[in-house]
């Protein structure tokens, strides 16, 4: 079984660079600038201050990057780049590949098995950053990042069981959960977050200001409001997140003003980010099942705005967005 990691930023550079490191037959799939220098030099990683270069084989799309039956597909890329990198890998793929989906959220395995049998949710616990081609790094010891995944929507099989084995043999630690889904939902509410701090900032403790820890809170109570609809039951956010910290440590990270996925894609410039399947979800599953989620639209429209003007992280308003949510 190869592995083929399908974006190549922070999280997928890692996985797929450390997979590659310990010896697993790895492709990463990149584009752009960063595929030019991980071909030139390749990948360079920094986990919890200690850092190496990697050579990984590359690929530019799945059509090149030599997928045979019985391969696995980790999704690494952020969810609204899903789409067409699904369909990309729908058009390359052999039958009887395995889809593991690397992501936050609650929709790309939704959209990855509208083309394939076999998917698997992963939920990554991984503060990474990308922020320059070429480069990831990761801030947590002993593992660079817990990816705990299931099959989807639910169970545990034995390719589940070899792709923890393999993650977890390259420095992460990695374990079968039935109830993957459980634990995506619960991370989604926490994600909900993302665009806040992206949008507002956070001073060198990662602490929000007063208006913006409003937003924050008001925006997961939606998003407990619209699970409790929809007869999900997020784990306890404690329990959660001790389980986490209870595995990991974190070393300070060498920038301490650097955040999240979304405040690093404002920061690159990406001209899109993921609120669209972060507070977008709670917005979508609000209007489906009649619960309102005013403030999750609010960080939606937000961020996407954000992001299609090029704006820089933490220079938004909170107290203007909670006027316009009416809170
Ligand atoms: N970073 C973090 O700390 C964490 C991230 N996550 C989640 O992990 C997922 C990945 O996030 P992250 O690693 O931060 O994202 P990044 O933006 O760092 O990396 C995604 C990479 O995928 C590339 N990509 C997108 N579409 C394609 C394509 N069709 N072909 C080739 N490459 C493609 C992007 O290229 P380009 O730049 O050109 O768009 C980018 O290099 C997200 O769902 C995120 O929410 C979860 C926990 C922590
Ligand atoms: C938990 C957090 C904020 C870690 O960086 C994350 O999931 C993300 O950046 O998307």
């Known amino acids: 079984m190869a592995f083929v990691v399908y974006g190549a930023g922070a999280i997928g550079g890692l996985l797929g660079g450390s997979l590659a490191r310990a010896g697993e037959d790895t492709v990463l799939i990149a584009r752009g600038a960063?595929?030019?220098a991980i071909r030139e030099n390749g990948l360079r990683m920094e986990i919890a201050g200690r850092t190496e270069?990697?050579?990984?084989?590359?690929?530019?799309?799945?059509?090149s990057a030599g997928l045979r039956a019985g391969d696995?597909?980790?999704l690494a890329m952020k969810s609204q780049d899903t789409p067409a990198a699904v369909e990309a890998?729908?058009?390359?793929?052999?039958?009887?590949?395995?889809?593991?989906?690397?992501?936050?959220?609650?929709?790309?395995?939704?959209?990855a098995l509208r083309h394939f049998a076999e998917v698997y949710g992963m939920c990554v616990l991984c503060p990474?950053?990308?922020l320059e081609p070429g480069a990831v790094s990761a801030f947590t010891e002993p593992y660079y990042g817990v990816f705990d995944l299931g099959r989807y929507p639910h169970g545990g099989d034995g390719t589940a069981e070899r792709i923890a084995e393999a993650v977890t043999a390259s420095g992460a630690l990695s374990r079968v959960r039935p109830d993957i889904m459980r634990l995506k939902y619960t991370k989604l509410l926490g994600n909900l977050a993302n665009a806040v701090e992206a949008a507002f900032g956070a001073d060198a403790h990662g602490e929000l200001d007063a208006d913006a820890a409003r937003l924050r809170r008001l925006a997961e109570d939606e998003g407990r409001a619209v699970l409790a609809a929809i007869g999900v039951d997020p784990l306890p956010a404690e329990e959660f997140w001790a389980d986490y910290a209870a595995l990991t440590r974190t070393e300070p990270r060498p920038d301490a003003a650097t955040r999240g996925s979304t405040w690093q894609s404002l920061r690159r410039g990406a001209g899109r980010a993921e609120g669209d399947y972060?507070?977008?979800e709670i917005a979508l599953l609000g209007?489906?099942?009649?619960?309102?989620?005013?403030?999750?639209?609010?960080?939606?429209?937000?961020t996407r705005r954000l992001a299609r003007?090029?704006?820089?992280?933490g220079s938004a308003s909170a107290a203007e967005v909670l006027a316009r949510a009416g809170a």
């Open 89 to 111: 890998l729908a058009d390359a793929a052999p039958p009887g590949i395995a889809v593991v989906c690397a992501q936050n959220g609650v929709e790309n395995e939704r959209l």
């Open 128 to 130: 990474a950053t990308h």
């Open 278 to 280: 972060l507070n977008g």
């Open 287 to 302: 209007r489906l099942h009649g619960v309102p989620t005013p403030v999750n639209a609010e960080l939606q429209r937000l």
């Open 309 to 313: 003007t090029g704006a820089a992280p």
């Open 34 to 36: 960063n595929l030019a």
């Open 72 to 74: 696995t597909v980790i």
């Open 53 to 63: 270069t990697v050579r990984v084989r590359t690929a530019e799309d799945p059509a």
